[in-house]
């Protein structure tokens, strides 16, 4: 059919759809599914009809309403300039040009400039950030009948056409999951200047503080003027030492920079000391350290939406698509940790918190004293590094190690180790319980003669006055860490078929990371369905269980194993059955299981840090031989390991340079 006969109406029928279906993927002024589009166009195309539209735009934007301004109130933030890029390869593909005019976050500077673009005749259409949020303001615009449209900020009154981001629902998913870690006392720092979109962070912050019932007159929000970075920093100080928050989220990319400078000048560990959630649009977010946790704009979504509805506006005179938000996406990194709590449900205290006075490290030196160590088991890096951080502590202070027994995860072996133990009369011992119950007996009897100092977990019927502290990662963190590991790589899928293989004794410490990776799954990736749930209680039948699983729910796609031992014994079961497309998501880095993630079957783990966790006990015990007042509960932050940063978590496990075959 010639180029000069086709109408938009035969082009509509070929399609099977409406003319204006054709219009709106002509003008994009609507969505319109992708195979839609592909059919349209390739009709277009075919037709000969795409020059016909071409000359057609041609001739319309010659004319006099040509031209497309957005106006900003600076273009030196992030957002601002990622809209202005945006923006432009939006508008020319329709044939206008762009220009981007900035008021300075000026109400004077603002009312001049948009009164001489409303005076030129060649402006199609504005795309605004305001200043103000009043209406009354802006009569001159909205009078003027030049199509316009709001951004990110929006004035309050009926009638005006804007597109925003979701930030009362961004604020109250990033608060709701500082409250999910168990964070109570936490601070809002917000822009001082009033705007609606300010309003709306704020409303997020309350709304998720009182889901918790948690009092909001007692909220923690701090205005901060961000206009001066000094006098900004300082009075971000003054909040955190006035109110002493457990974790803070910022509601700007600004705010954020300067909390993570207060926060560095301070001296404040981050996570260990102070959780941060921030406005993430900067680059930089990602590459700190450690790497933010933040809520994320869709800036390009929000400018897509813009445009259309300018368009729309435009063409149609008025404006007929309801989606008139973009999205703020909540991206856990490691900023943010849970608050652990012990076994009779103590605060966790930091190992910096643990502090020997030159004093007692002349005790220590004099005192002769002796140290045993009981591990579950042993023979992996995973205890290697335990003993080598407890051998490296407690040589600081010339307390000897008598003996180092391995129970080989038989609850009786360990109490007949226990018994020996008891015997020796060591002036302290670090232990892993095998079992809680089994071995219950057998610590309290122990406890009469010696100091003990537990990793991991405390064994069942022990009282407060049976055991010194209990050293132990944050294993419900290192279980949700897992279970949002998985829940991220199968975000965008629809539908996935899951199983967990799970450690089956009675050992408190599996029991809350395996709770903890299930709960996440069922809370957060409704997408994601548990088919089954598998134990196992010796290490050495996980082969199996991950077998029968496999053979009785073929459909499953990704895999949960409580740590990496059994998981090593599971991905036997895998190769063999030759289902190495089963994602596996585990605990706890060795070396075995890197290689596993080298090869693309293991996507993510949390670990816990055996080198600082042996560290840290051996001081609680030397800070035990000579001193009363040990916390009776010290957490250490779990880790983060994804196939790309493997080389830097190998590092800061291992603290030594990654092997070879692993780069």
């Known amino acids: ?86 923006l432009r390869q939006l508008i020319t593909e329709q044939g206008y040009r762009f220009y981007v005019a900035v008021t300075g976050n000026d109400k004077e500077e603002e009312c001049q400039l948009l009164e001489g673009l409303l005076s030129e005749k060649k402006i199609a259409g504005i795309l605004h950030v305001p200043v103000s949020e009043a209406a009354s303001d802006y009569k001159m615009l909205i009078q003027s009948g030049v199509p316009f449209v709001c951004m990110e900020r929006n004035l309050l009154g009926e009638g005006i056409d804007a597109v925003e981001f979701r930030d009362r629902e961004g604020m109250f998913a990033g608060t709701e999951y500082l409250l999910k870690c168990g964070h109570r006392n936490i601070l809002l720092l917000r822009e001082q200047s009033p705007s609606t979109t300010r309003e709306e ?66 001296g404040i560990e981050c996570p260990e000391e102070l959780s941060v959630i921030g406005f993430g649009d900067d680059s930089w977010s990602e590459l700190t ?41 909540l991206i856990v990194r490691k900023s943010t940790k849970m608050l652990d709590s012990g076994p009779y449900g103590e605060r966790a205290a930091t190992p ?86 089994a071995t219950a007996v057998k610590f309290q009897e122990l406890s009469a003669v010696s100091k003990l100092v537990f990793l991991s977990n405390v064994p069942e019927k022990l009282n407060k006055n049976n055991y010194v502290s ?117 605990t706890d880095l060795d070396r075995d299981i890197a290689y596993c993630m080298e090869e693309g079957i293991v996507r993510g783990m949390s670990t816990q840090r055996p080198y600082e966790q042996g560290r840290t006990a051996a001081l609680v015990v030397a800070k035990a031989l000579v001193s009363d007042g040990i916390p009776k509960y010290v957490g250490v932050q779990p880790y983060i390991v994804e196939g790309k940063q493997l080389r830097r978590a190998w590092k800061d496990i291992f603290h030594e340079p990654m092997p070879e075959r692993l780069k």
């Not at 350290?289 to 994320?296: A, D, H, N, R, W």
Request: net charge neutral; glycine share 6%.
């Open 1 to 86: 059919m010639a180029n000069g006969k086709v109408t938009i109406k035969q082009i509509a029928d070929m399609a099977g759809v409406s003319i204006a279906t054709v219009s709106h993927v002509i003008n994009r002024t609507r969505y319109v599914s992708p195979e839609l589009v592909e059919r349209i166009e390739r009709i277009i195309r075919e037709t000969g009809y795409s020059e016909k539209i071409v000359e057609k735009e041609r001739k319309l934007k010659v004319g006099k309403a040509s031209m497309i301004v957005a106006v900003f109130p600076n273009v030196s933030s992030t957002i601002y300039r990622d809209m202005v890029d945006y």
């Open 201 to 266: 962070r704020t409303r997020g912050f309350i709304e998720a503080l009182q889901q918790y019932n948690i009092n909001v007159n007692d909220a923690n929000i701090e205005d901060i003027n961000i206009g001066n970075e000094d006098k900004s920093r300082i009075a971000i100080q003054r909040a955190l030492n006035r109110i002493m928050p457990t974790a803070v989220i910022t509601s700007g990319n600004r705010l954020t920079l300067y909390l993570m400078k207060t926060v560095r000048d301070l």
């Open 289 to 329: 350290y450690p790497p933010l946790t933040i809520l994320k704009r869709d800036v390009k979504g929000l400018c897509q939406r813009a445009t259309a509805m300018l368009f729309e506006k435009i063409n149609a005179g008025k404006v007929i698509m309801e989606d008139c938000y973009a999205d703020i996406e």
């Open 352 to 437: 910096d918190s643990i502090v020997l006075t030159n004093e007692e490290k002349k005790q220590l030196r004099n005192g002769h004293f002796r140290v045993a160590i009981s591990f579950h088991y042993t023979g992996t890096a995973w205890a290697e590094l335990h003993e080598k951080g407890i051998r490296d502590e407690l040589e600081r202070y010339g307390i000897d190690i008598v003996s180092v027994m391995d129970a080989h995860f038989d609850p009786k072996l360990q109490n007949v180790q226990l018994e020996g133990l008891r015997l020796q009369r060591p002036d302290a011992v670090i232990a892993i319980p095998v079992d809680d119950k």
């Open 470 to 586: 209990c050293v132990s990662v944050n294993e419900w963190e290192n279980g949700t860490n897992t279970g949002r590991l998985m829940g991220e790589y199968f975000k965008e899928r629809k539908s996935v078929k899951a199983g967990f293989i799970i450690h089956g004794a009675a050992f408190s410490a599996t029991r809350s990371r395996d709770s903890a990776a299930e709960k996440i799954i069922q809370d957060n990736y409704k997408n994601i369905e548990i088919v089954t749930v598998r134990n196992f209680v010796q290490i050495e039948n996980t082969y199996q269980v991950c077998k029968e699983v496999m053979e009785m729910h073929p459909e499953i796609e990704t895999l949960y194993i409580s740590w990496d031992q059994p998981a090593l014994l599971a991905i036997k079961a895998l190769k063999e059955l030759g289902r190495s497309d089963v994602a596996v998501f585990t």
